[in-house]
């Protein structure tokens, strides 16, 4: 058979694809290094507007966003991913039970709904049962649509895993948590590392319903910097973006890279 | 003698179907004990009924007198031997094997004492440090039996665990199996379809099928006074004949064969009237004065012994296995040759 490479217009299909992928990122990332203010014309290079991120008059703003936004990332990936591990567990290790299959749809429904939706259902929800918006309710928010995130890996890492090692812990006189803890959990553990990682990344760059439901004076980065870019596109935000790029690329590396790791240990 | 694994009237159902219909076995202390069937003959379910992860639909499974069918697995006193080994991948050898005693709450110093010399007794002293997945097939099958027999357990289940290996190493397995067994005085129950695994290893064999034990008794018994045509079929090779039963008595039945002749030999069956009888290929001689003759077709060429495909007056096809000795005269096909039975070589079957 012909490799994918041989059909016609493949390389060109390919360059258009990549283009259109990366060509603007890689333009912020070039001129968050612009000496000029301007955002279109190159003024040679420069740091400073890395230096007016972290001194400028936005700094403060942009920090107090940025503590937000790793701390709620932070709480909701964590309560996510334990959450997710406990719902794969009674997927795949609870044998048959009534409602499996709706249960599977109901834990990865939030991917499909539109966030729109969600945002507007969850400030409703909020208004309704009286809970005054802010930091706990973008963790709550977070939290509900961080659990798909981390369940994916979790599920496809236990799934791999034959029931046949718990049963011979259990043979071998352990407890059921002992069972669970000495080796269920260890050789999940590649798994809860790269679904955390994916629920932190995802709860770090949301906007839609972190907007929603913020509240009035709370920021998280992704809200400060839209506020910001409202009042015209400076380069500062350039330089930002190109740091959270950062932070995603090597999340998701990391992530990756346990995941490989780990299933290269496992049997 | 003592009884380690009483059996009574194990019942599993899954659903609509049937995994085990009623199962009552004995298995005397100190035995090699092995379940042998084909696959879905439901001794795996037994195996893992009593390892406590099935429950019994019905019945009672007693260990040493102590019915332990509510019993969670972790407070049986047996441990398992798992066909896929599933030893722990993120532990290292001795680690595996001191994981029982350490459940067990023996303290550090002792556990590692006995790991180590369990590892001893299956000649990987050297690898204790290792990962399981750097270890060969038949390294990891002997760190199973290892992690298996450091409790002491007062059965050891053995589940097909030497399916993966590749026949020599199996050959070799069951001889040191076997010593092993002896060595420790532990109770072995052993599953496999295997038949001459069972056959090479076991001091009883329960032969399975359906759900149902058929046979239990030695190798001898259930090879040559099999009591059904599932046994002799399944067992061995053998030639199946339908005769007339003309009496049964004491477990002998005269008969006649399709040549006319008459026979006498021992019987399962309990009734007169139409019947099986079995014939062992190897027990057959070929002379000019046999009770049966036959029509050789094909010869078949197997190295230490010949195969002689024939067809017996009347149709049915028969199947001799003569040694390959240098005096063997083998007949060509299409010869007509007269087939004796050696003493005791035919048994006639239940249905």
């Known amino acids: 058979m012909k490799g994918v490479r041989h059909y016609p217009g493949f390389l060109a299909i390919t360059l258009v694809c990549l283009a259109v992928l990366y060509v603007p990122l890689l333009v912020v990332a070039v001129y968050s290094f612009n000496a000029s203010t301007s955002i279109t014309k190159w003024g040679g290079f420069s740091l400073r507007w890395y230096v007016d991120v972290f001194t400028g008059p936005e700094a403060e703003r942009f920090g107090l966003a940025t503590w937000n936004s790793l701390t709620i990332a932070l709480i909701a990936a964590s309560i996510a991913t334990a959450v997710a591990m406990s719902a794969a567990l009674a997927m795949i290790r609870g044998g048959r039970f009534r409602g499996r299959g709706a249960s599977y749809a109901l834990i990865n429904l939030p991917l499909m709904v539109p966030e729109m939706v969600v945002a507007v259902a969850t400030l409703i929800f909020f208004t309704t049962i009286g809970l005054t918006t802010g930091y706990l309710t973008i963790v709550l928010a977070h939290i509900t649509f961080c ?11 236990l799934s791999g895993i034959e029931d ?52 009035a004076g709370m920021e998280t980065l992704p809200t400060a910097i839209f506020g910001s870019v409202k009042q015209g596109i400076k380069p500062n935000i350039m330089a930002i973006s190109s740091l959270m790029l950062l932070v995603s690329i090597l999340f998701v590396s990391l992530s990756y890279i346990i995941n490989r790791r780990g299933r290269r240990a496992a049997p | 003698m003592d009884v380690a694994v009483s059996i009574r009237n194990a019942v599993k159902r899954y659903g609509a179907t049937t995994a085990l219909a009623g199962v009552s076995l004995d298995i005397t202390n100190n035995a090699f004990f092995t379940l042998l069937g084909p696959s879905g003959c439901g001794k795996t379910t037994l195996l893992r009924m009593i390892a406590g992860f099935e ?3 019905e019945g ?72 399981p997945s750097q270890l060969s097939g038949g390294q990891q099958q002997r760190v199973a039996l290892a992690r298996a027999l450091a409790p002491e357990p007062k059965v050891l289940l053995l589940d097909e665990p030497l399916s993966a290996l590749d026949l020599k190493l199996r050959q070799a397995m069951r001889v040191e199996l076997k010593q092993l067994q002896e060595e420790t005085g532990i109770t072995f129950l052993f599953v496999t379809h295997d038949q001459d695994e069972a056959l090479a290893m076991s001091d009883r064999i329960a032969v399975m099928s359906q759900g149902l034990v058929q046979q239990v008794g030695t190798a001898r018994d259930i090879y040559e006074v ?31 064969l399709p040549s006319g002749q008459r026979l006498r030999c021992s019987s399962a069956a309990t009734a007169t009237g139409r019947h099986a009888l079995s014939i062992r290929p190897e027990r057959v001689t070929v002379t000019p004065d046999g009770q049966l003759t036959a029509t050789v077709e094909r010869v078949v060429y197997m190295g230490s012994d010949l195969r002689l495909l024939t067809r017996l007056e009347g149709g049915r096809e028969f199947t001799v296995r003569i040694q390959n000795a240098a005096r063997t005269a083998v007949p060509e096909p299409g010869a007509r040759i007269g087939l004796k039975l050696e003493e005791g070589a035919a048994r006639l079957l239940a249905d």
């Not at chain 1, 659990?147 to 890492?157: C, K, T």
């Not at chain 1, 269920?184 to 972190?210: E, K, N, R, V, Y």
């Not at chain 2, 045509?229 to 030639?239: D, K, L, P, S």
């Open chain 1, 164 to 215: 046949s090692y718990e049963q011979a812990a259990r043979d071998l006189y352990a407890t059921r948590w002992q069972a669970f803890r000495l080796v269920l959990l260890p050789l999940l553990g590649p798994g809860l590392m790269s679904g955390w990682l994916l629920a932190f990344i995802i709860s770090l760059d949301d906007f839609i319903i972190t907007n929603f439901v913020k509240g």
């Open chain 2, 226 to 256: 099999p009591v059904n045509r599932f046994v002799a079929e399944f067992i061995g090779e053998t030639n199946l004949i339908d005769v007339e039963v003309t009496r049964v008595s004491d477990g002998m039945a005269d008969l006649v």
């Open chain 1, 147 to 157: 659990i798909p995130f981390a369940y994916l890996p979790i599920a496809a890492r």
């Open chain 2, 60 to 131: 009672e499974i007693l260990l040493f007198g102590q019915n332990i069918v509510d019993l969670e697995p972790h407070l049986r006193p047996v441990n398992t031997v798992f066909q896929n080994y599933a030893l722990f991948p993120h532990m290292s050898v001795i680690d595996n094997v001191a994981f029982g005693l350490r459940m067990k709450g023996v303290e550090i110093a002792a556990r590692r004492a006995k790991a180590g010399r369990m590892l001893e007794l299956v000649h990987l002293s050297a690898l204790a440090d290792r990962l």
């Open chain 2, 55 to 57: 429950a019994a639909s």
